[in-house]
């Protein structure tokens, strides 16, 4: 497995959302791609973060329904909006350490509207995890 990415294959959108926060939060608290440095008082971002989303494939018109869902989220739910770009033909976004770094030093914050359902949503991905073997 690769230390830097999330893999949101197979997730419905609240689901995978709700990982993405999840994520976004422990970068911002130095736990994920980062660290925090005594010396800058701040974290520090060290690496880019890849969002596996899949091409389609298994989506009822063929084309990705998480890929754009995410890249529209990573627009509208971080302040400062993050910047993504499609890679590896279409099926991972990339966030650039640069970005992330950025967000992080201008306060990390996430959108409270978007934390409506996330609690429930993280619950249900648990959940469907579980069921049907796919992590604990």
């Given at each position: 497995?690769?230390?830097?990415?999330?893999?949101?294959?197979?997730?419905?959108?609240?689901?995978?959302?709700?990982?993405l926060?999840?994520?976004?939060?422990?970068?911002?608290?130095?736990?994920?791609?980062s660290?925090?440095?005594?010396?800058?008082?701040?974290?520090?971002?060290?690496?880019?973060?890849?969002?596996?989303?899949?091409?389609?494939?298994?989506?009822?018109?063929?084309?990705?329904?998480?890929?754009?869902?995410?890249?529209?989220?990573?627009?509208?739910?971080?302040?400062?909006?993050?910047?993504?770009?499609?890679?590896?033909?279409?099926?991972i976004?990339?966030?650039?350490?640069?970005?992330?770094?950025?967000?992080?030093?201008?306060?990390?914050?996430?959108?409270?509207?978007?934390?409506?359902?996330?609690?429930?949503g993280?619950?249900?991905?648990?959940?469907?995890?579980?069921?049907?073997?796919?992590?604990?």
């Amino acid at each position: 497995n690769d230390r830097n990415a999330i893999d949101l294959h197979g997730c419905d959108r609240l689901s995978a959302e709700c990982v993405l926060r999840y994520t976004l939060r422990g970068i911002a608290r130095g736990d994920f791609i980062s660290t925090y440095s005594r010396k800058l008082d701040s974290t520090v971002v060290t690496r880019d973060l890849h969002i596996i989303t899949g091409i389609g494939r298994h989506s009822q018109n063929g084309k990705s329904v998480l890929r754009p869902h995410m890249s529209w989220y990573l627009l509208n739910a971080p302040d400062p909006p993050l910047a993504s770009h499609v890679i590896q033909d279409g099926g991972i976004l990339m966030v650039p350490s640069s970005e992330l770094q950025r967000w992080v030093w201008k306060g990390a914050n996430l959108d409270p509207w978007m934390d409506r359902d996330v609690d429930n949503g993280w619950h249900v991905y648990s959940q469907q995890r579980r069921s049907t073997g796919r992590g604990s």
